[in-house]
């Protein structure tokens, strides 16, 4: 199994920044993908960003192209959302993800952590 927890949540004004970490332990070795999602209360939860384990081929959603940066640093099993330029429509519980080789699915998943952007 993966374990995965998040932090790096808060409160924010619109316009400023966070720092989401997600940081894995246990079979870290069978992870091929790590995946940021969200959920704002009464919406479904939508994928945000993904990364490859080692650090290639970040891929985000339209709606954060040019705000938020996905990076991984394997040394530390730790992979990050740099989220600039917050909206108030980014007021969501963010959750970080793992999808293995074997499965193609995300697998396993963080509790999650809360991020409330002011107007």
């Known amino acids: 199994q993966v374990q995965l927890v998040e932090s790096g949540g808060g409160l924010v004004q619109a316009g400023g920044s966070l720092r989401l970490s997600c940081a894995a332990s246990?079979?870290?070795?069978?992870?091929?993908?790590m995946g940021w999602f969200r959920q704002a209360p009464g919406r479904e939860r939508e994928f945000v960003a993904r990364?490859?384990?080692?650090?290639?081929?970040?891929y985000y959603a339209d709606f954060v192209k040019g705000r938020f940066t996905i990076s991984s640093d394997n040394a530390k099993n730790t992979v990050y959302l740099q989220m600039d330029i917050l909206k108030p429509e980014d007021t969501a519980v963010y959750y970080c993800?793992?999808?293995?080789?074997?499965?193609?699915?995300?697998?396993?998943w963080g509790p999650g952590t809360q991020v409330t952007v002011s107007s």
């Open positions: 246990g079979r870290t070795f069978s992870i091929y993908t």
């Open positions: 993800a793992s999808k293995s080789r074997a499965t193609g699915t995300y697998d396993y």
């Open positions: 990364i490859r384990w080692s650090g290639d081929s970040p």
